[in-house]
């Protein structure tokens, strides 16, 4: 008895120590304010490493914290499920900042001085991107990404071949490139993401930038804006492999910087992969010219990573004294040098080559949001894609893409029609 | 039975096995030599992907130990896994012997039996977010929280596992004892649990296993606040737009010693065990 | 007298604290994840009570459908594919062999290897290497890659699962087939009874017990089948491959409908804990008629 005693109590005690060890609370340092930013690049955790410490280093009175987990997007999800929110977050300008607007996580930062110095087109994109309007600025862009053709610099220059500005010019293009037995584009499809990089940077040329709010309140159809949109994805895919579905973003990355093919329609994030294959590949990028006329064509340019307070933070001023910090010229330089970005603060950077050819657009703002910003992703347009490209039945995939959009927005429809009953249409 | 031991091997049977190997040592191949490789390397030729390295140089090795901060990721590992293992088999093998003693003759415990073990049909995805919550609010947010939590996972697996193997060993054996004027509780260690020698070894491993690899218990319980675990760690690898398959396969195969070594010593035990001898 | 209560008390002590702890933490967050089944919640922010608007809507999703589809062939296939190579491994393994310890690790090995490596592997292997033997060897049906092909992919995904979890099966095997009493077989060997004959009726029904485990434990695993499609076709080609388990993390937790999969969470549980009784109470019953 007496053991069986002994055991049961020091099982009781492991239960109850592993109830009352954990960590105990932070300590309240005197008059230093802890601010805590959870971005969700690791792949940029480097830098915001060096940014955290040259902080810390000139800031007595602030004690900052950056964290740059992997799998950043679950943790955020179970911290705020928690109501445990970082002061900042560090987010990309998609459907999800659009869902934290809503569930009023964000806090308005529009009296923040640094947002005179960021593009207006950056602006507009996040205020695009609000479900409903609200009066206010929940993030602050920080760097944009651009997506349009990777090419072989030196394959073109060595065969002569010119960047097309126009749809048919690309079309040319193509069948000059097949005809001396190059294969003109390589395609990852099996990993589904891949399909809405040609996707959305034509139907940023051929789409009005609104569909999707347009739908939301039931003003038109994507069977009415996305036909064109969805051929001509088609017959961009038709000058890739015989089997796109097969190979995936890795595959497409080795063989493009391997010269098997002589562009890879995707956005510049792809190209540190490709040179880890072939560190001495020449890559430049061009628009993709899904118009015949050059005037229509605009750089597909989105908010890839935004600073956002949350509503939750305690130290709103603190919290802008890190975010000038964080907007400072050399910083954001040193980020856009790191990570091939684009700036979104006005002034002078020095560009990563391989955006050169988008260079132009980039300088007259000429960019038009992501539309995939708007899909919600538990509709998998990536995978409607990627069956139409398979089955390349346009019109089914039109019908699905009306009648699914409906199922997965029924929530954010009602809202935003409620809305406009109550406001009137926004124009 | 030490007679059997002289039986004479089994050739075409071994043969057999070690034809069978290929399944297992064809990826086995491919892995070692991408992990050998440089990312210039790599391409998608068969030929290509299938040729030995240009140099065998440990340096993925060390790159990888490098990121991952091995080390350090690796003893929160173990203390993880062996901190489960041990809990599982003293409370998981505790369990098994009082519910399977008595499932078939109690109501009760047939139905805590069986709601247990449907306990493993739950999808984790509904849990987390509670338990992301629950944890916090009770401060286990942390490893003793991910350690309970592990322990409460394989409770219905493990559960399984011990009432089966207990169908096998006679009740013949406890009554003996209980002449003998030992309590349960008393014949339970003296008896019970040495005689579950072979399943304990096999819990220890199908448990080991599945804690060694899993990323999401200490993801959504600590939310990268605490340290990380091998394969937290390895996540590094992997980003949105790019994963370096060299390094991450030398960490992966970094991380395959210690669990086949383990896997090794719990097998001897298997084999070893004394049910037969004890069951006759 | 006194005997019987102090096992009866002891049986108890021991029980409810282990119950007490499973409810604590899986009962109980299943129940608030219920809960979630009955509204609107994304994940985050606030949420309203939709009553059962989503487990109506579960009904008229082709997507969940095919899921259920894909999910159960699936599982089918790979349980019998699993049970019967990792039985006849186990046999093997458990016998006079040389190089024991060695082979037995070996096996082990697919249950080690990280979902990366995996993934990397296969993928390969389905994409390059048997597209290039089909060619080498002439036969069409293999020239083209296997996940690419909604008609096929499912049975690349079969080949990975089984693969992966033959080794966990064979080591429940092997611990069962030591149970195995070495008279039983000595008995045996009076009767003449040798192969087949001797695992059907000696070994076979001594082992069920451990059969029963491994339907269990693959129909388990199958069912909530999610690495190996993650690391295989992220759902593809044309969304053949979506097992439940990817649309409940993928929709549910990467994406904004968690209300909607914790339902298609329920009632997924639901059904395997059906199967998995129905399973149980089957295969009991045959344990009793020895």
């Known amino acids: ?354 955006l050169d050819g988008m260079q132009s657009y980039i300088e007259s703002g000429n960019m038009t949001d992501y539309q995939d910003h708007y899909y919600p992703s538990e509709m998998a347009v990536d995978a409607q894609i990627q069956t139409l490209i398979i089955n390349k039945d346009v019109d089914a995939f039109l019908a699905k893409f009306d009648k699914d959009w409906q199922r997965y927005n029924r929530d954010i429809i009602r809202e935003v029609q409620e809305y406009n009953e109550e406001h009137g249409t926004s124009d | 039975m030490y007679e059997k031991m002289k039986a004479r091997v089994n050739w075409p049977i071994t043969i057999l096995l070690f034809i069978g190997l290929i399944t297992v040592a064809f990826p086995l191949y491919m892995t070692i030599v991408i992990a050998f490789k440089q990312p210039t390397e790599m391409t998608n030729s068969i030929s290509g992907i299938l040729s030995l390295p240009a140099h065998w140089s440990l340096s993925n090795f060390a790159q990888a130990m490098e990121l991952t901060d091995f080390w350090r990721s690796l003893g929160n590992s173990l203390l993880v896994t062996i901190s489960t293992v041990v809990l599982c088999l003293l409370l998981h093998s505790l369990m098994g012997y009082a519910v399977g003693r008595n499932k078939a003759h109690s109501k009760i415990y047939n139905l805590i039996y069986l709601f247990i073990v449907s306990g493993m049909f739950v999808p984790f995805a509904i849990l987390m977010m509670p338990l992301a919550k629950q944890t916090a609010e009770m401060h286990l947010d942390n490893w003793a929280g991910v350690i309970i939590l592990y322990v409460v996972f394989y409770m219905p697996m493990n559960l399984l596992l011990y009432t089966g193997y207990l169908v096998n060993i006679p009740i013949a054996l406890e009554e003996a004892a209980r002449v003998d004027g030992a309590s349960t509780w008393r014949t339970f260690w003296k008896i019970i649990f040495p005689i579950m020698k072979p399943m304990h070894a096999t819990v220890a491993v199908i448990t080991a296993l599945a804690v060694w690899n899993d990323v999401m218990t200490p993801l959504i319980i600590m939310s990268g606040k605490g340290q990380n675990t091998l394969p937290l760690a390895q996540l590094t690898f992997q980003t949105q737009f790019g994963t370096n398959y060299n390094l991450a396969f030398a960490s992966y195969l970094l991380a395959l010693i210690p669990i086949i070594i383990f896997y090794v010593i719990c097998q001897k035990q298997i084999i070893n065990g004394v049910v037969n001898g004890a069951v006759k | 007298m006194k005997k019987v209560n102090d096992s009866k008390r002891t049986y108890m002590l021991i029980t409810i604290p282990i119950l007490a702890l499973f409810v604590c933490f899986n009962t109980v967050p299943l129940i608030r994840g219920v809960v979630y089944s009955f509204t609107n ?32 062939k699936l599982a089918i296939v790979a349980t019998i594919l699993t ?208």
Request: proline content about 5%.
């Open chain 1, 1 to 354: 008895m007496k053991k069986k005693k002994a055991i049961s109590a020091v099982l009781a005690a492991s239960m109850l120590a592993a109830v009352i060890l954990p960590g105990c609370g932070s300590d309240e340092n005197s008059g230093v304010t802890e601010i805590e930013i959870l971005q969700y690049k690791p792949e940029a955790a480097t830098y915001f490493d060096q940014v955290e410490e040259q902080f810390n280093a000139t800031h007595d009175d602030i004690h900052l914290t950056i964290s740059s987990p992997n799998d950043a997007s679950t943790i955020m999800r179970t911290r705020f499920v928690r109501d445990d929110y970082p002061d900042i977050i560090g987010i990309g300008g998609d459907i999800n900042y659009s869902y934290y607007v809503d569930a009023d996580i964000l806090a308005d930062v529009s009296d923040y001085p640094g947002l005179a110095d960021v593009k207006q087109s950056y602006l507009d994109i996040l205020e695009n991107l609000e479900i409903t309007p609200k009066d206010g600025v929940f993030g602050v862009p920080y760097v944009a990404n651009a997506a349009g053709i990777l090419y072989n610099k030196d394959m073109f220059e060595e065969h002569g071949w010119q960047i097309p500005e126009s749809w048919d010019e690309l079309i040319d293009l193509c069948e000059e490139i097949k005809s001396e037995g190059i294969l003109p584009f390589y395609f990852g499809f099996r990993d589904t993401w891949t399909c809405l990089a040609p996707w959305n940077s034509l139907a940023v040329d051929l789409a009005p930038a609104d569909t999707c709010k347009k739908v939301n309140a039931g003003e038109t159809t994507f069977t009415d804006n996305y036909r064109e949109v969805a051929e001509k994805c088609l017959e961009l895919v038709s000058y890739g492999p015989d089997d796109p579905v097969a190979y995936g973003y890795n595959d497409a990355c080795t063989a493009f910087a391997n010269g098997e093919s002589a562009m890879y329609p995707i956005g510049s994030y792809a190209v540190p992969q490709i040179l880890s294959v072939n560190p001495d590949m020449n890559i430049d990028s061009f628009v993709t010219p899904g118009n015949d006329d050059p005037e229509k064509n605009t750089l597909n340019s989105g908010v890839d990573l935004m600073f956002a307070v949350t509503a939750a933070c305690e130290h709103k001023e603190e919290a802008y004294e890190v975010l000038d910090f964080l907007m400072e010229d050399e910083n954001i330089q040193a980020y856009i040098d790191d990570q091939n970005a684009v700036p979104c603060k006005e002034g002078d950077f020095d560009l990563a080559p391989m």
């Open chain 3, 83 to 290: 049970n019967v190579i990792s039985l006849i491994l186990a046999l093997g393994l458990n016998s006079k062999i040389k190089g024991k310890t060695f082979l037995r690790a070996a096996y082990f090995v697919p249950n080690v290897l990280g979902a990366l490596v995996v993934g990397y592997i296969f993928q390969y292997f389905f994409t390059y290497i048997l597209p290039g033997l089909g060619e080498v060897l002439g036969i069409d049906a293999l020239s083209g890659s296997m996940l690419s092909n909604s008609k096929t992919a499912w049975i690349a995904i079969v080949i990975v699962c089984a693969w992966q979890s033959i080794a966990m099966n064979t080591i429940i095997y092997i611990s069962g087939l030591q149970t195995v009493p070495e008279d039983v077989y000595e008995a045996g060997d009076l009767d003449g009874a040798t192969g087949w004959k001797k695992f059907r009726y000696l070994t076979f029904p001594l082992i069920i017990p451990f059969f029963t485990i491994n339907m269990v434990l693959c129909v388990k695993n199958f069912l909530m089948v999610f690495d190996q499609i993650m690391a295989m076709t992220k759902g593809g080609p044309e969304q053949s491959t979506e097992s439940i388990s990817y649309l409940i993390y993928n929709n549910g937790l990467s994406g904004g409908s968690f209300g909607y999969q914790s339902a298609n969470a329920v009632v997924f549980f639901i059904v395997i804990v059906a199967i998995s009784v129905a399973q149980m109470s089957i295969s009991s019953k045959k344990e009793e008629q020895l």
């Open chain 3, 41 to 72: 919640f994304k994940g985050f922010g606030t949420y309203d009570f939709v009553g059962f608007r989503n487990y109506m809507d579960l009904f008229t999703d082709p997507r969940i459908g095919g899921s259920y589809l894909f999910t159960i």
